[in-house]
């Protein structure tokens, strides 16, 4: 496959679709490895969390939070196929598995970095991370996320 404007806008509307559907069930998890490098790197701009290595640890970390599901809606792609980057603006929801309900709403920026693999199919070979600072006293990710086991040492208090 050819990287062009095209084919990376393809690419990161299907890993959004299958995001929600797939990445945060650690039984469907596995099926993200289409659109991650093996040697992925996730680097978190927010206070108190580290950089995640691997796509391993990556699905891992995704589908370890079950008492919630995080809803990501592209609200802007930009794609820079030159530079192999896609910059996008996510707004994201996070709804208690067991009601339904919207608990938090925000909005990320993404920078995924691409790249092709040996089989010329995309991929994201690194994800930097910014997320909007939510008022202080009000209900953030990390609130409701340190609830599941999988999830208490990342989003340690560090506020």
């Known amino acids: 496959m050819e990287m062009n404007y095209s084919s990376i806008l393809r690419f990161m509307k299907g890993y959004f679709a299958d995001f929600f559907t797939r990445a945060q069930d650690p039984r469907t998890a596995g099926q993200m490895?289409?659109?991650?490098?093996?040697?992925?790197?996730?680097?978190?701009?927010?206070?108190?969390?580290?950089?995640?290595?691997?796509?391993?640890?990556?699905?891992?970390?995704?589908?370890?939070?079950?008492?919630?599901?995080?809803?990501?809606?592209?609200?802007?792609?930009?794609?820079?196929?030159?530079?192999?980057?896609?910059?996008?603006?996510?707004?994201?929801?996070?709804?208690?598995?067991?009601t339904g309900e919207i608990l938090v709403t925000k909005r990320y920026h993404v920078v995924y970095q691409l790249m092709l693999d040996e089989k010329k199919t995309i991929k994201i070979k690194k994800i930097l991370f910014f997320e909007e600072i939510l008022p202080p006293g009000t209900l953030d990710v990390g609130d409701v996320l340190r609830k599941d086991s999988g999830m208490a040492d990342l989003f340690s208090d560090t506020r």
Not at 65 to 87: F, G, Q, W
């Open 33 to 98: 490895e289409d659109y991650l490098a093996p040697d992925l790197e996730f680097i978190p701009y927010i206070a108190g969390n580290a950089r995640i290595s691997g796509r391993d640890e990556f699905l891992s970390l995704m589908s370890a939070h079950p008492s919630s599901i995080e809803k990501l809606t592209p609200e802007d792609i930009m794609v820079d196929e030159a530079r192999r980057i896609a910059v996008v603006l996510i707004k994201t929801e996070i709804i208690d598995s067991a």
